[in-house]
C-alpha cells in the first residue's frame, strides 16, 4: 500500500545500550489511511540516517486514539502514561478507575477521554506502546553472539531497567496484562499479548546448555529466576524503595549466585 504521510510525531529516542553512538528514534506518523503508522529508524550520534529497522502499521485494534496527543510536551505526555501504567497495574482492568488516573496525572478527565476516547482507548494505547517501547530495549540491548545464560540475564535487565527510568510502572503492567480475563481488554490486546514473552524465550535459547551441571533442569531453574525477579520488583515497590539501580543490582547478585551453583566449573 502506498503510504501518504501527512506528520511525523517524534514520540521518544532512546540511546543503544552497547552502542551508545547509535540511537534510535520511534515515529509515529498519521496516515491517510486508518490506522497509524510507525517507523524506528536508525542514526549516528552525528543524526545521521542509517537505515529503518522495522516499518509497520500499529493496527489499534480499530480503536482510534486522537495523535495530537504527541503534541503534548513529552513531560505531560509521560505524567499521563506513568499514571496510567500504575493505576492498571495495580488494579487491572475492571477495577482500575479513570478518576484515580486523571487524579494521579493531575489532568481533567475529559482530557483523557479527548486523547484515548475511552477507558478501553487508553488500555488499548498503553499495551501497544509499552510492548514496543520494551521490545525496542530487549532487541537492541541483547546481541545474537552472546551464548551465557547468564550474561543474556543480566542484558534482559538492564534493558528492562533503562524502561523503568522512564516508566516505573510498565513491567507490572505488562505482566498484569498477561493474566487479563475481561474479555473487552483481552481481545483489544489479544495480537500483541504474547509478544514479550515470545522475545524472552528467543534470547534465553541463545544460551549454550552445555554449561550447566547435569542436576540443574534449565527450565525449572529458569522458571525459577523468573519468580524470583517478579517478586524482588514486588518487593520494591511495596516498600516504597523503587529505584530501578537498586533493584537491578540486587537481580545481578541473585544471578551472579545461581550461576555459580549451575555451571561446571
Given at each position: 500500500?502506498?503510504?501518504?504521510?501527512?506528520?511525523?510525531?517524534?514520540?521518544?529516542?532512546?540511546?543503544?545500550?552497547?552502542?551508545?553512538?547509535?540511537?534510535?528514534?520511534?515515529?509515529?506518523?498519521?496516515?491517510?489511511?486508518?490506522?497509524?503508522?510507525?517507523?524506528?529508524?536508525?542514526?549516528?550520534?552525528?543524526s545521521?540516517?542509517?537505515?529503518?529497522?522495522?516499518?509497520?502499521?500499529?493496527?489499534?485494534?480499530?480503536?482510534?486514539?486522537?495523535?495530537?496527543?504527541?503534541?503534548?510536551?513529552?513531560?505531560?505526555?509521560?505524567?499521563?502514561?506513568?499514571?496510567?501504567?500504575?493505576?492498571?497495574?495495580?488494579?487491572?482492568?475492571?477495577?482500575?478507575?479513570?478518576?484515580?488516573?486523571?487524579?494521579?496525572?493531575?489532568?481533567?478527565?475529559?482530557?483523557?477521554?479527548?486523547?484515548?476516547?475511552?477507558?478501553?482507548?487508553?488500555?488499548?494505547?498503553?499495551?501497544?506502546?509499552?510492548?514496543?517501547?520494551?521490545?525496542?530495549?530487549?532487541?537492541?540491548?541483547?546481541?545474537?553472539?552472546?551464548?551465557?545464560?547468564?550474561?543474556?540475564?543480566?542484558?534482559?535487565?538492564?534493558?528492562?531497567?533503562?524502561?523503568?527510568?522512564?516508566?516505573p510502572?510498565?513491567?507490572?503492567?505488562?505482566?498484569?496484562?498477561?493474566?487479563?480475563?475481561?474479555?473487552?481488554?483481552?481481545?483489544?490486546?489479544?495480537?500483541?499479548?504474547?509478544?514479550?514473552?515470545?522475545?524472552?524465550?528467543?534470547?534465553?535459547?541463545?544460551?549454550?546448555?552445555?554449561?550447566?551441571?547435569?542436576e540443574?533442569?534449565?527450565?525449572?531453574?529458569?522458571?525459577m529466576?523468573?519468580?524470583?525477579?517478579?517478586?524482588?520488583?514486588?518487593?520494591?515497590?511495596?516498600?516504597?524503595?523503587?529505584?530501578?539501580?537498586?533493584?537491578y543490582?540486587?537481580?545481578?547478585?541473585?544471578?551472579?549466585?545461581?550461576?555459580?551453583?549451575?555451571?561446571?566449573?
Amino acid at each position: 500500500m502506498k503510504r501518504e504521510y501527512v506528520q511525523k510525531k517524534y514520540v521518544f529516542i532512546t540511546h543503544n545500550i552497547l552502542y551508545p553512538e547509535i540511537f534510535l528514534k520511534l515515529v509515529f506518523c498519521q496516515t491517510l489511511n486508518p490506522f497509524p503508522f510507525y517507523v524506528i529508524l536508525k542514526f549516528d550520534s552525528q543524526s545521521q540516517y542509517i537505515n529503518n529497522i522495522e516499518d509497520r502499521y500499529t493496527g489499534y485494534t480499530g480503536i482510534h486514539m486522537n495523535e495530537k496527543f504527541f503534541d503534548l510536551k513529552k513531560e505531560k505526555q509521560d505524567r499521563m502514561i506513568n499514571a496510567s501504567l500504575k493505576v492498571f497495574a495495580n488494579n487491572g482492568y475492571k477495577h482500575a478507575s479513570t478518576d484515580d488516573i486523571v487524579s494521579e496525572a493531575g489532568i481533567s478527565k475529559g482530557l483523557l477521554f479527548h486523547y484515548f476516547g475511552s477507558k478501553l482507548g487508553l488500555y488499548t494505547f498503553l499495551h501497544d506502546y509499552s510492548v514496543r517501547f520494551m521490545k525496542l530495549e530487549l532487541t537492541t540491548g541483547v546481541p545474537s553472539s552472546v551464548d551465557d545464560y547468564f550474561e543474556i540475564r543480566k542484558l534482559m535487565e538492564f534493558a528492562k531497567m533503562q524502561v523503568l527510568k522512564n516508566y516505573p510502572y510498565m513491567q507490572q503492567f505488562l505482566e498484569r496484562c498477561a493474566y487479563e480475563n475481561v474479555s473487552e481488554a483481552l481481545m483489544a490486546i489479544e495480537r500483541q499479548r504474547n509478544i514479550i514473552t515470545d522475545i524472552h524465550a528467543v534470547l534465553k535459547n541463545q544460551a549454550n546448555r552445555s554449561r550447566f551441571v547435569n542436576e540443574v533442569s534449565f527450565e525449572k531453574m529458569d522458571a525459577m529466576l523468573d519468580y524470583t525477579i517478579s517478586g524482588l520488583m514486588n518487593a520494591h515497590f511495596r516498600d516504597d524503595s523503587f529505584h530501578p539501580e537498586m533493584l537491578y543490582e540486587e537481580i545481578v547478585s541473585y544471578l551472579t549466585m545461581m550461576k555459580q551453583i549451575a555451571y561446571k566449573k
